[in-house]
């Protein structure tokens, strides 16, 4: 890493603490032990409580950090609906998607049941979608979810975590996936490897991408 590239990324974290709970949490926690380690110098009243109650507070948070990572791991996974965490479901049948003429595979896929093309990219870590499609599928940023740098052929770029309802394309529907709102991607959508590795297979054979579900999608589900 440049020394570019690091001053880069030291400022989106310090832009990206506004917006993050986490992030304001952790920073209010530095400054409770801070204040909680001179009290107990000055041997002031509940120095001890403060500066305990900050560890609490930075522990809770590493919890949360630990939690939210789990997701990109489809083997670590850990579903926690009531802070916004999702169970990762992807389920329905084989579906097939022939080579583009560019030499790339693209889906034809319904994010919140909005129309979106989607190319499939088995080296992003994580799904990607442009902020007007995030914007038309009603998709909001995670509320204290984790700042997020994508890297781009122009450098590091900031994006926000967020939950998608329902991507559907083909036989396939993946539920409660997290994905990642890119300002910077222009109109491309992009599938990464957390929505392919929760599949049971995929593979190319000659110029077509073969997909296969683990699970088949429950009767009535299909749209």
Do not use: C
């Amino acid at each position: 890493m440049t020394i570019e590239s690091a001053w880069q990324y030291l400022a989106m974290t310090l832009a990206a603490v506004p917006r993050s709970g986490l992030l304001l949490l952790v920073v209010a926690a530095i400054g409770l032990s801070w204040i909680g380690s001179l009290m107990v110098r000055r041997q002031l009243p509940l120095g001890q409580l403060v500066r305990r109650g900050s560890t609490i507070v930075l522990a809770g948070v590493l919890v949360l950090v630990v939690l939210q990572l789990s997701r990109f791991d489809s083997r670590l996974e850990v579903a926690v609906p009531q802070i916004g965490l999702p169970e990762q479901v992807v389920e329905g049948g084989e579906t097939r998607i022939a080579m583009a003429p560019d030499g790339h595979y693209w889906l034809q896929a319904q994010l919140n049941g909005v129309p979106a093309n989607f190319l499939i990219d088995t080296g992003a870590t994580l799904t990607a979608v442009s902020k007007g499609l995030a914007d038309r599928a009603g998709l909001e940023p995670r509320r204290g979810g984790l700042p997020v740098t994508i890297n781009t052929a122009n450098g590091p770029v900031g994006a926000h975590l967020a939950t998608a309802g329902e991507i559907r394309f083909g036989n396939v529907a993946a539920r409660g996936l997290d994905v990642v709102i890119a300002p910077t991607l222009g109109d491309t959508n992009v599938v990464g490897m957390n929505l392919l590795s929760r599949l049971a297979s995929w593979r190319v054979e000659g110029t077509t991408m073969i997909l296969v579900p683990r699970v088949p999608e429950p009767e009535g589900d299909w749209q």
